[in-house]
């Protein structure tokens, strides 16, 4: 079969990159794009070829003359439950951008929404896509390095207005900040907010579904200075067999997908025979164990459909009838929100922030 995507809100760009994947599979097509803003639909139509009658600015009209199967969202990220409530109604299975939502409460509202809908919901983390970070995981699992005690998470860039759809350069002006949802703090802004849930989500992959015990996290905000959302935050996570830290940044001095900054934009995972660097966008990881303490690079090979990109792996488990596994699934992404939530409200109390009890979800973390 044809699997039919439709594209809706468009207040992310990463947007164009995910309809790109859906043109590129065999099996699927793009059958329509809505945003209530028509103006912001007009690029990519035209970098995707896709005919007048294809592009609405009416969300329901789209959603029934479409008929997708499955619906690509990317709202601001304070607006996630609003928008999966939105469309779950209409019966399609739903792929959103990052972050899973912009509070815990939100994200339980849409997992409620997509159950009562019967359909899946995915949610897709870039960094999941990595071919250093996949690799990561997969010696991980091995049991190459232990069970892991530390993750440690540093990563951001420039800042989001620096760079469109495919990482085209632009360099943002003030009045650009200044209308931004990624800059307002109503609208889950801030970097914290956007990068925090990769390092959480990853991290609860690679750490084997544990979920912390306490949280600490401070932001460098001052209710004096010129934005009211962070650029930088710092979050530690207390688990039962040690600390693991998540460091979050708009502002690095070079974007990594160029040339890595400093610190270098990844993550290093620690266990207790060993430890793994994997950062992003390298074709290797670097492993150093008992028998190679000096470390040692292994290759991480190219990604293969149906395991190369969120479309590619959504509709292989759509086709398969089977559960959307690892970060993009809800388990391990709910923990990573938790821990967001938790980091939100210790940065802005300046107090630790204990988590209620709650099960591990290891069964779910080796996709």
């Known amino acids: 079969m044809k699997w039919r995507v439709a594209g809706i809100n468009f207040d992310h760009f990463h947007m164009g990159d995910l309809l790109r994947m859906v043109q590129d599979h065999p099996d699927a097509e793009v059958v329509g794009i809505a945003d209530e803003d028509a103006s912001r639909l007009q690029v990519t139509a035209r970098e995707l070829g896709l005919p007048a009658d294809r592009v609405y600015s009416d969300i329901e009209r789209c959603l029934l003359e479409t008929r997708p199967d499955l619906v690509i969202l990317c709202p601001a990220a304070a607006r996630h439950a609003e928008w999966v409530e939105r469309v779950a109604p209409f019966g399609v299975h739903i792929l959103i951008e990052k972050p899973f939502a912009a509070t815990l409460s939100q994200a339980d509202r849409m997992i409620a929404a997509m159950a009562d809908s019967g359909k899946q919901l995915a949610i897709n983390w870039p960094l999941a896509w990595f071919r250093s970070h996949v690799k990561c995981h997969e010696l991980i699992r091995s049991g190459l390095i232990g069970e ?92 039962r067999n040690g600390l693991s830290k ?71 488990c759509l086709e398969k009838n089977q559960p959307v596994d690892g970060p993009l699934g809800i388990a391990v992404s709910r923990i990573g929100q938790e821990i967001v939530d938790a980091a939100f409200e210790s940065a802005r109390t300046g107090r630790a922030v204990k988590l209620e009890p709650g099960a591990d979800v290891s069964a779910v973390c080796g996709a």
């Open 148 to 239: 892991i005690c530390e993750v440690h998470f540093y990563d951001g860039n420039r800042g989001p207005l620096w760079h469109g759809a495919g990482k085209i350069e632009h360099e943002p002006t003030t009045t650009e900040k200044d209308a931004s949802w990624f800059y307002k703090a109503s609208e889950g802004g801030g970097s914290l907010q956007d990068y925090l849930g990769y390092g959480t989500t990853l991290g609860t992959w690679f750490n084997g579904g544990q979920r912390p015990t306490e949280v600490t996290a401070m932001w460098d905000l001052t209710e004096k200075g010129p934005l009211e959302v962070d650029e930088h935050s710092v979050t530690v996570a207390r688990y």
């Open 246 to 316: 998540f460091e979050t940044r708009w502002g690095t001095f070079s974007d990594p997908w160029t040339h890595q900054p400093q610190p270098k934009c990844g993550f290093v995972v620690n266990g207790c025979e060993g430890s793994i660097s994997s950062y992003d966008y390298d074709d290797h990881v670097t492993v150093q164990t008992r028998e190679f303490p000096q470390g040692r690079r292994i290759e991480a090979p190219c990604l293969v459909r149906p395991f190369s990109d969120p479309v590619a792996y959504f509709l292989d």
